[in-house]
């Protein structure tokens, strides 16, 4: 009997294995994971895609970028948008360059910066290598282009670290915007939802809050997010108001391999930005968006 009920262990133990295995296995991963949208309009005749890319942080996937660039192309976006922590201070500017230089070869890509830029007190030379690799800079400004036959406004404010009154004065021009196009808006901060009702987009988008760091699929979207502190309302996903959708990407942020993380989190001789940064996210992996603008 007592055969038996060791064995019956064993088996129960080996049978749970598996699948604690497969979740720790997705819940650590560093690869890039798709997210879809679809967002319906009656502005457009003919559907085009957007491609999100948000929150970088100076990441390098595979030589030369290459990995995510592959996953990129297989899109087939018609627009790419940046919407700033492409760059930080504390990790070398070429891979965030890198990406930059091959995703502008695909199709028209526009950028913002975020507060990650402005931590690096090199935000206007950052603006320059961004326009150097031929992707538009928007501050405060709209650029209006010609996608698949549907005419569409693209505009964009900087961060709020460009100043209160530079912030505020960017957006209440933009908001005055023609929007018989179809308007798409990019901005940092995710959580900025009630200056973004009074705009009138028809889309936002936005980063900042990756993913809410850590999450339980299916029961908490994200535990702590920048500027909103824990259980995010703004965390990663879309969220619609008034006739306005917002999307907020969870970020191509990724850490290291799960033991070298852990080091650098516990190693006195990491710097504690450092240590935010390499912290694992838990089923929150770096993150590449991608929505469907579609006739309604």
Known sequence: MKNKTKKSIVIAAAALSVPMVFMAGTAFTTDIHVSNYTVETGKIDKPFRIVLITDL??????????????IIE?????????TGDIYVRYRPYEGSTMLLEGISKLCPC??????????????????????????????????????????????????????????????????????????????HRSELVEL????????????????GQWRIPFLINGLFAPGQGFFPKYA?????????????????????????????????????????DAFPRIFNPPELVVVDVEPK
């Open 110 to 187: 526009f950028y913002v910066d975020g507060n990650h830029e402005y931590m690096t007190d090199n935000v206007e030379r950052i603006k320059e290598i961004v326009r150097s690799t031929g992707v538009a800079v928007l501050e405060g400004t709209c650029i209006k282009t010609a996608i698949n036959g549907n005419k569409i406004n693209v505009c964009g404010v900087d961060d709020p670290n460009v100043g209160e009154s530079e912030f505020a004065r960017q957006l209440k021009a933009l908001s005055v915007t023609d929007t018989a196009n179809f308007s798409i808006f990019l901005s």
């Open 74 to 82: 297989k899109q087939h976006p018609d627009l790419i948008m940046l």
């Open 57 to 70: 942080h100076g990441f390098v996937f595979g030589k030369n970028q290459r990995d995510a660039l592959d």
């Open 236 to 276: 990663g996903g879309q969220y619609s108001y008034n006739n306005t959708v917002q999307i907020v990407g969870r970020g191509l942020t990724k850490y290291y391999q799960l033991p070298q993380s852990l080091k650098s989190v516990f190693s006195a001789e990491t710097a504690l930005r450092d240590k935010l």
């Open 196 to 211: 973004y009702k009074q705009t009138g987009f028809d889309l936002i988008l936005t980063g900042h809050a990756h993913g």
